[in-house]
Structure formats: C-alpha cells, structure tokens
C-alpha cells in the first residue's frame, strides 16, 4: 500500500516543480475546480485528500454540488414519480 508521501512524489514528479506550487495554491486550485461540472467536482474529490478538502472547505465549490443535487431532485420526471 503506497503512503501519502508517495503519492505526493508521484504527483510532483509528474506535474513538475511549478507545477506542484501551482496545484499547492488554494485559490488557485479552487479556481481551476469551480470550471468543472458537479459530477466531475465530485470525481475529483478522490484525487487526493488535498483535493478533497479544498473542495470541502470551499463554501463556492459546495454550492455548486449543492444546486446540482438540487437540479437532479427537481427535474419535472422526479416531481411526477412523487405526486
């Protein structure tokens, strides 16, 4: 079972010293994941704890999911199946 810090080296060795302090840059990477659809938001929550909690800890990448789950609840099929 490969440890966090493994996979930190891995992820460094591919993305490159700029790279990496890119990716290391909260906002920045918040920025970059507010681009992407829920579905994909959710996704990359497994990339990495790092991931994960940057996306749990902003309040703009949560409504996104949120709205999106709320979309998929009101879709006119969805209020049919319950009245």
Not at 16 to 27: K, L, M, R
């Amino acid at each position: 079972m490969a440890s966090h810090e493994d996979s930190t080296n891995l992820e460094s060795q591919a993305l490159g010293p700029a790279g990496t302090a890119c990716i290391a840059t909260t906002e920045l990477l918040e920025a970059i994941l507010s681009h992407l659809e829920a579905k994909t938001l959710l996704r990359a929550q497994r990339v990495s704890h790092y991931f994960h909690n940057v996306v749990a800890d902003s309040p703009m990448l949560e409504q996104s999911i949120d709205l999106e789950r709320e979309k998929r609840f009101l879709k006119p099929s969805t209020l049919e199946r319950c009245l």
